[in-house]
């Protein structure tokens, strides 16, 4: 059964969705020893897959893997820079930066730290992009001086972005400092810089912005040590099944491909 090159290096644990289209790009990837066009179909069962020379197939799919990372300062959130800033796979050991088809879900931007998930579980990742979801992040953000109340009304209510506006969202007001306040805001979206771009339409730019939750998958557990920034843990079943029981019913069709640029 034929189904889009990008699904399939996918679901074979080859790269997310968004890397298998940058790999075709780059002219990666070539179909029965043809050069593969981006949006082309193909016969997992018919044709001959190869991703830089070496042959590819569901039977080299790796096991699952689901790891939350702790996102530094500085690190961009894809599996390859051009510009040779440092990714976020080069955080891993070699045993997990090879061979794995590890990706991050979604992105925090270079300025942002925190929450990170990296996985191989192309339909797991597609899903958790989807605009459809709505898996609340929490974010710990700090903002130049002192919003007062009317302020976070509004943005917990929504604001116009782009001429359409965003959704409610959970704002809280955590500490006043000098000339910058902390704030807690939970979304349940995950727009181009979201954070960034509303706070600074409201007059209150960010200064720093840390992503502490996924969900109830947590940098800090409760009763237990945080995880250091740029380190990484493997995430527990009771975690995955979290993630897997929200996206449930989001659909995996080619149709419906949306890729969403979570930056944060």
């Known amino acids: ?78 599996c390859y820079d051009p510009q040779g800033r440092k990714t976020v796979l080069d955080l891993l050991p070699e045993k997990l930066r090879k061979g794995l088809g590890l990706h991050p879900v979604g992105r925090l931007d270079a300025d942002s730290t925190g929450a990170l998930i990296l996985t191989n579980d192309g339909d797991l990742t597609f899903k958790l992009t989807h605009p459809r979801h709505s898996i609340p992040k929490t974010y710990q953000v700090l903002v130049q001086g002192h919003p007062p109340e009317a302020v976070l009304a509004m943005w917990r209510q929504g604001v116009l972005l782009d001429g359409r506006k965003t959704r409610p969202a959970k704002v809280s007001f955590l500490e006043s400092l ?74 995996i069709k080619d149709s419906a491909e949306v890729r969403s640029v979570e930056k944060s």
């Open 1 to 78: 059964m034929e189904a889009r090159l990008q699904k399939v290096l996918s679901q074979w644990g080859i790269a997310s969705r968004r890397e298998a289209e940058e790999m075709i790009r780059r002219s990666r990837v070539r179909i029965n020893g043809v050069l593969a066009q981006l949006g082309q179909k193909v016969n997992p069962d018919r044709d001959i897959i190869t991703v830089d020379g070496k042959s590819v197939s569901a039977q080299q799919h790796p096991h699952l893997t689901y790891l939350l990372l702790n996102k530094p300062v500085g690190v961009v959130s894809t």
């Open 178 to 251: 000098a000339d910058q306040s902390r704030l807690e805001i939970v979304l349940q979206e995950g727009r181009n810089r979201q954070i960034r771009r509303i706070a600074q339409q409201l007059g209150y730019p960010v200064t720093e912005l840390h992503r502490s939750a996924i969900g109830s998958i947590q940098l800090q557990p409760p009763q237990k040590p945080p995880l250091p920034t740029g380190n990484y843990r493997v995430l527990q079943d009771d975690e995955i099944r979290c993630l897997q029981e929200q996206v449930k019913d989001v659909p």
